[in-house]
C-alpha cells in the first residue's frame, strides 16, 4: 500500500477496537531473547514493523509460530549478529543489544533505523550498558559489545529521559550480577508492561512507571505468557479523527489511564468524553473544537506521538493555538502538506503556531513518518474534495488496518 484515495466531508462516527500496542510488543519479542524457556505473547498487533521483528529473531536462531497468539522458543539462539538490511528497517532493533548481551555475552548489530523525525542516537543505551560493564566500540556504523562473565548490576543516573534506552539498560539488568538502579528512567506505559512481562518469566524489577526502577539480577529466567497493552497512540489517533469531523466515537479494548494527558486535551478543546476499564467514549457532534496550546514532554505529559494529530485538530479550531515539540528535533515536516491543504501555520523553532481555519481543501500530499501518516489521512477525511495521500508505506508500520477501521466509522478510503 503506497497510496490512498480520500474522500473528504466525513464525520467519523461508530465502534472501533484498538489493536495492541506497537511500542510494547517490539520490545516484548526482542526481551524473549533473554531466556532459553517458551514464551507466548497475546494481542500483538500485525504490523510491518513486527513482522521486521520476528525476521531478525528468526536469523538469530529463535523459533515461532504463530496461531493467533506468537509461540517464542529461543533455546537454541546461535548467532550474536543481526543483518544489516534488516536492522536498518527498524528503530526497535537495538532492543537486540541488551538481551544478547546479556545472556550470551556478546552481541553485534548495526546502528538502527526508524522514522525520520531526528537524528535518533543511541548514545544512552550504550553508555547504560558500559556502566553495567559492557565492552563496546563502534565502527563503521556498526556496534560490537561483549562481556566477560556477567553484566553487574549499578546504579545509573539517566542523563535524559529516553524511553529506549530504559529499556535497553532494564532488560539487560534482569541477568546481571547484583541490583541495578535506573534513576531519572522514563515512565511510559509501554516500559511498565515489559516489566510486567519480565517479572512473568522471573525476573526481579520494581518501580517500573516511576522515575526509579530498581532491578535485581537473576541467573536465569523462565517461560511465561503474557498479553500486550492496548494502542494509546492508536487510540488517541482515532479519538482525535472523531472530534475533527465533530462525530462521535467508542474505542474498545483500550485504556483510559494511559492517555490521561490526551483526554484532558480533547475535554478542553469542548470534547464531551466518558471512559469505562477499557473503552473510552467521545462526542464532538455539531461542535466546532476550541483550540489549544500543548507541549509535548516524557510520560505522564502529552505524548510526542500525538503532536501531528492535534497540529490538525488546531488547524480547523476556533481560534489560535500552539504546539511546542521538546523530545524530537525534526517532527514537524507533515506541516507542509498541511499548509498545501489551506491550513495556516507558521513554525518557529520547535514551536508550531495554528490559526484556526473552517475547512481544508484537499490535495495531493506526501507522508514523511508513521504518525504524520495517519494525520494526513484524517485530514482527507475532513477535507473538502478528494485527496491523494502518497507514500502510505510508513502507515503500516504501526497501524493495524487503518483504513478499513476508518471506513467502518463512514469514511471513504480506497487503497490504490
Ligand atoms: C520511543 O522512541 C518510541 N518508539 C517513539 O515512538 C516515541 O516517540 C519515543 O519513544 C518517545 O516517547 C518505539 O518505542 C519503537 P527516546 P525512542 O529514546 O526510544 C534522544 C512512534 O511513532 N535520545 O525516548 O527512540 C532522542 O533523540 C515512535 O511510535 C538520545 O539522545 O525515544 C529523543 O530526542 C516515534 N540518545 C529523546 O532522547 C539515546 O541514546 C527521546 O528519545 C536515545 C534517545
Redesign the pocket.
Known amino acids: 500500500m503506497d497510496k490512498l484515495h480520500v474522500q473528504g466531508n466525513k464525520n467519523l462516527n461508530g465502534n472501533v477496537v484498538i489493536s495492541g500496542s ?3 510488543a ?2 516484548i519479542l526482542f526481551m524473549t531473547i533473554l531466556t532459553e524457556e517458551k514464551v507466548e505473547i497475546s494481542n500483538v498487533p500485525n504490523l510491518t ?1 513486527i513482522n521486521i521483528a520476528l525476521k531478525l529473531l528468526i536469523y538469530l536462531g529463535v523459533k515461532i509460530k504463530y496461531k493467533k497468539i506468537l509461540y517464542i522458543d529461543a533455546s537454541s539462539i546461535n548467532i550474536f549478529y543481526a543483518p544489516y538490511h534488516l536492522i536498518k528497517k ?3 532493533s ?1 532492543w537486540i543489544l541488551g538481551p544478547l548481551l546479556a545472556r550470551f555475552g556478546k552481541a553485534k548489530i548495526f546502528l538502527p533505523g ?2 525520520k ?11 547504560g550498558l558500559i556502566q553495567l560493564g559492557a565492552k563496546i566500540n563502534l565502527k563503521n556504523n556498526c556496534i560490537n559489545a561483549s562481556v566477560k562473565g556477567r553484566l553487574q548490576g549499578k546504579y545509573i543516573l539517566m542523563e ?8 535497553t539498560i532494564m532488560s539487560a539488568a534482569t541477568l546481571a550480577q547484583g541490583s541495578t538502579v535506573i534513576d531519572n528512567a ?1 515512565r ?1 506505559p ?1 516500559i511498565v508492561d515489559i516489566a510486567k512481562f519480565l517479572n512473568t518469566i522471573g525476573a526481579n524489577i520494581i518501580g517500573a512507571g516511576s522515575n526509579k526502577i530498581c532491578i535485581q539480577g537473576v541467573s536465569k529466567l523462565t517461560g511465561g505468557a503474557h498479553r500486550v497493552i492496548p494502542d494509546r ?1 492508536e487510540t488517541g489517533t482515532f479519538l482525535v479523527g472523531a472530534a475533527a469531523s465533530q462525530g462521535h466515537i467508542i474505542c474498545h479494548k483500550t485504556e483510559p489511564k494511559h492517555l490521561q494527558s490526551v483526554l484532558i486535551k480533547l475535554t478542553e478543546a469542548g470534547a464531551k468524553i466518558k471512559t469505562g476499564n477499557d473503552w473510552i467514549k467521545l462526542d464532538m457532534r455539531g461542535k466546532r473544537p476550541k483550540s489549544l496550546n500543548i507541549c509535548t514532554s ?2 505522564p505529559g502529552f ?3 500525538m503532536q501531528a494529530q492535534f497540529a490538525l485538530l488546531n488547524t480547523i479550531s476556533d481560534g489560535i493555538g500552539t504546539i511546542t515539540e521538546t ?3 525534526n517532527r514537524f515536516v507533515y506541516i507542509s502538506e498541511l499548509i498545501n491543504m489551506g491550513a495556516k501555520i507558521k513554525i518557529k523553532n520547535n514551536t508550531i503556531i495554528c490559526y484556526g481555519i473552517p475547512k481544508l481543501i484537499s490535495s495531493n500530499v506526501f507522508c514523511s ?3 504524520a501518516s495517519a494525520t494526513l489521512i484524517l485530514a482527507g477525511c475532513i477535507a473538502v474534495g478528494l485527496t491523494i495521500v502518497n507514500h502510505t508505506h510508513h502507515l503500516i508500520r ?1 497501524y493495524e488496518s487503518f483504513p478499513n477501521k476508518l471506513n467502518k466509522l463512514g469514511a471513504d478510503i480506497k487503497i490504490i
Do not use: M, Q, W
Open positions: 506497537k511500542n510494547a517490539l520490545p514493523d527498524i528503530r526497535a537495538i526508524g522514522c523525525i531526528g537524528s535518533r542516537p543511541v548514545d544512552l543505551h550504550l553508555n535524559k529521559i529516553s524511553v529506549g534506552a530504559t529499556i522514563a511510559e509501554e497512540i516524557p510520560y505524548p510526542t506521538d523530545i524530537f528535533e513518518d508513521l504518525r504501526g
